[in-house]
């Protein structure tokens, strides 16, 4: 009797491990991320290295900078052709903050501000 009872202990351990291996399947391996560029990467740059770097060089801008800072370099980029800056302040700014730019009001980081200094 006990030998039956350790048997069915052992077949519901073996029972358990299994269903919580299956969800474990190798079709669940997550992909790898995938960086998303930034939307103002001009079309005529064809190099992916540079569109990393362009990308990256406006990451860091939009961490560390204020609003003239950020719109005047911005503007230098865009007359060498590196990106093409959209005409709507709003797609702009919500880039900006996708790509990490801070968004209090407080601070002076405000879409009103932002529209004082976009394409001037």
């Known amino acids: 009797m006990i030998k039956q009872f350790i048997s ?3 077949s519901i351990m073996y029972r358990m491990l299994y269903e919580s291996l299956k969800k474990w399947h190798f079709s669940d391996v997550r ?3 995938v960086l998303k560029l930034c939307h103002f990467i001009h ?3 064809i190099d992916d290295e540079e569109k ?3 990308h990256k060089e406006i990451q860091n801008l939009v961490h560390c900078n204020n609003f003239p800072n ?3 370099y911005l ?5 060498e052709k590196r990106i093409l800056l959209p005409i709507d302040p709003n797609r702009a700014f919500s880039e900006l903050h996708r790509m990490g730019m801070p968004g209090e009001e407080n601070d002076g980081f405000s879409y009103k501000n932002f529209c004082k200094y976009y394409r001037k």
């Open 75 to 79: 503007n230098s980029m865009a007359d």
């Open 52 to 54: 990393i770097k362009i």
């Open 8 to 10: 069915l202990i052992v």
């Open 43 to 45: 079309p005529s740059v």
């Open 70 to 72: 950020i719109c005047s």
């Open 31 to 33: 992909k790898p991320l």
